[in-house]
């Protein structure tokens, strides 16, 4: 038979503060991390997604127009220094 029981718990003003810090503190470590991983120079659709923060139908898409990408072995892979220059209009840094 399944309870219907709820416990209900007490929290003080402060205890939800550290809670609260403790959480957001562990979120922004994971995201340090995420961000700290270097980007590789030949990035698959995933990791491209990843990097230009999009889905992989938009890569697809932009696939179809003028993304610059190479095919290795029968999978396409896009160089990181190409992608940096088309994302500024193909103006070298």
Same mark, same amino acid.
């Given at each position: 038979?399944?309870?219907? *029981?709820? +416990?209900?718990?007490? !929290?003080?003003?402060?205890?939800?503060?550290?809670?609260?810090? /403790? *959480? &957001? /503190? %562990?979120?922004? !470590?994971? #995201?340090?991390?995420? =961000?700290?991983?270097? *980007?590789? +120079?030949?990035?698959? $659709? $995933?990791? #491209? &997604? @990843?990097?230009?923060?999009?889905?992989?139908?938009?890569?697809?898409? !932009?696939? $179809?127009?003028? #993304?610059?990408?190479?095919? =290795? @072995?029968?999978?396409?892979? =896009?160089? $990181?220094? &190409?992608?940096?220059?088309?994302?500024?209009? @193909?103006? %070298?840094?």
């Amino acid at each position: 038979m399944v309870s219907n *029981t709820v +416990e209900i718990i007490s !929290l003080s003003k402060d205890d939800l503060s550290e809670i609260i810090r /403790q *959480t &957001a /503190q %562990a979120v922004v !470590l994971d #995201l340090r991390d995420d =961000f700290s991983r270097p *980007t590789p +120079e030949l990035m698959n $659709k $995933k990791e #491209l &997604a @990843g990097y230009l923060r999009c889905n992989i139908s938009k890569i697809d898409r !932009l696939m $179809k127009v003028d #993304l610059p990408y190479i095919i =290795f @072995g029968a999978q396409p892979r =896009f160089r $990181k220094s &190409a992608i940096d220059e088309w994302l500024n209009g @193909g103006l %070298a840094e």
